[in-house]
């Protein structure tokens, strides 16, 4: 059992985000920084599980608490048997008068770096590469019970949330819950991870352009050639909110992918950007090589709302940490992406 003392990081009290004693729902950036701080307690519940912290020693429930939420179910991945995610529910039976909290929300995880985590997240991040999360057990799991939550209380009182690995697992979730519902989520995308070379980092911006458009030929050319499905007819009208730092070279190539779709419309070249954009090259290699024609790439989605934290950052920990999504001092950028 994990013994080590617990980082300042998961103590509420000390990092969390204390100043939101009256929730605006309406306000966005309350909004997210609930959201932030509902994934950290899943973070936080499984560092509780690893040490044995229970009772009064553990630390994860003022991470929901503080918020008037409570914890209903933790979600277990069947192999290492640690804790991913964790429903939430909102316990204040009250009105209000315009945007209201969501009753459930259902949040996931990322990558934990430490022994008795590292191994099965390493894995599953290899799968994300790979383009294989989907048929993981711990997307299964989440799939499943988001399914039972909006079946019981609809769509509209839920929201799914996820940081780094555990956005993948709610893009997928939401992905999911379109094609096999047409039921559209509130979604929170933190730092989600690009499956492709971090481009958008490249600082020579002809460079930059000219991979792209060589990026948008070759998967354009494969999807005709290959016959691919459009994946983007019934997922259009869903908008996610990805939240991005372009620091951190695991998720800025998604501000880069949405521009690249302007730029290429402004010269002239929308239809092949509007193809190449629903592809990756290696998703349609791989329905070539399985005899599939709906092989999708599943990082990719045709809308967003974006936010990016143009504030700088001292490190890659700190650019792609969840902490920085509810700090008061950063300074934002934003771009609506709505495919057409």
């Known amino acids: 059992m994990d013994q080590s003392m617990p980082s300042e990081r998961e103590i509420f009290s000390l990092t969390g985000p204390t100043f939101l004693t009256a929730i605006d729902w309406s306000n966005s950036h309350h909004r997210r920084s609930v959201a932030a701080s509902l994934v950290q307690g899943v973070y936080t519940l499984e560092r509780d599980r690893r040490q044995n912290r229970q009772a009064h020693q ?9 918020f008037n939420f409570r914890l209903i179910q933790t979600l277990v991945d069947s192999h290492d048997l640690s804790y991913f995610g ?10 209000f008068p315009f945007n209201h909290p969501p009753q459930y929300v259902v949040a996931f995880r990322g990558t934990i770096n430490k022994t008795g985590n590292r191994e099965q997240d390493f894995k599953l991040n290899l799968h994300l590469i790979i383009n294989n999360l989907a048929n993981s057990s711990r997307f299964q799991i989440a799939l499943d019970c988001v399914h039972q939550i909006v079946q019981k209380v609809g769509p509209e009182s839920v929201w799914i949330a996820g940081h780094s690995l555990g956005s993948s697992i709610a893009l997928l979730v939401g992905r999911q819950m379109i094609k096999q519902t047409g039921i559209h989520l509130e979604t929170y995308l933190f730092n989600p991870p690009f499956a492709s070379p971090p481009i958008e980092r490249l600082t020579n911006d002809k460079l930059k352009l000219g991979l792209r458009l060589a990026n948008s030929v070759i998967t354009a050319g494969l999807a005709t050639a290959v016959k691919t499905k459009d994946p983007f007819m019934v997922l259009s009208t869903w908008v996610p909110y990805l939240f991005i730092n372009p620091s951190d070279p695991i998720c800025s190539e998604y501000g880069g992918y949405f521009k690249h779709r302007e730029d290429m419309e402004s010269i002239g070249a929308g239809r ?17 090589a399985s005899g599939k024609k709906d092989c999708e790439a599943l990082h990719l989605i045709p809308s967003a709302y974006l936010t990016f934290n143009v504030t700088p950052s001292l490190s890659f920990k700190e650019a792609h940490g969840i902490h920085q999504w509810w700090r008061q001092d950063l300074h934002f950028c934003y771009k609506f992406h709505q495919y057409k």
């Open 86 to 95: 964790a429903i939430y529910e909102f316990f204040i039976n009250a009105p």
């Open 272 to 288: 092949i950007g509007k193809l190449a954009t629903k592809h990756s090259i290696g998703s349609i290699l791989s329905a070539a």
């Open 58 to 66: 553990a630390l994860a429930p003022p991470w929901w608490q503080f």
